[in-house]
């Protein structure tokens, strides 16, 4: 059974940092790509990063470009998304979420979703 676990979420002021993580179990590692997605209310979900399991090999949306950083610990099955430079409109509940496909933006190219944690910058 596949099971995606996130973390780190919090208030944080603007320009200011934090790490969320993403503790997965229950996959066959190698052959997946894990994203990182957001969604703020009212609006639809977002693509933010994503990064292949094997050979890490990462995908940014436009609007983290140079602010956020996506990366993996195999030893600990568990991909990161440091945000630096936070600003408002990063408010979101941010989802980890694991394809199969490769790695991809499309929302509907994942398979298994973590149940989400609340990320707050306020300005």
């Known amino acids: 059974q596949v099971q995606l676990v996130e973390s780190g979420g919090g208030l944080v002021q603007a320009g200011g940092s934090l790490r969320l993580s993403c503790a997965a179990s229950?996959?066959?590692?190698?052959?997946?790509?894990m994203g990182w997605f957001r969604q703020a209310p009212g609006k639809e979900r977002e693509f933010v990063a994503a990064?292949?399991?094997?050979?890490?090999?990462?995908y940014y949306g436009d609007s983290v470009k140079g602010r956020f950083t996506i990366s993996r610990d195999n030893t600990k099955n568990t991909v990161y998304l440091q945000m630096n430079s936070l600003k408002p409109e990063d408010t979101a509940v941010y989802y980890c979420?694991?394809?199969?496909?490769?790695?991809?933006?499309?929302?509907?190219?994942?398979?298994?979703w973590g149940q989400g944690t609340q990320v707050t910058v306020s300005s």
């Open positions: 979420a694991v394809t199969r496909r490769g790695i991809t933006s499309l929302s509907s190219d994942y398979d298994y």
């Open positions: 229950g996959v066959t590692f190698s052959t997946y790509a």
């Open positions: 990064i292949t399991w094997k050979y890490g090999s990462t």
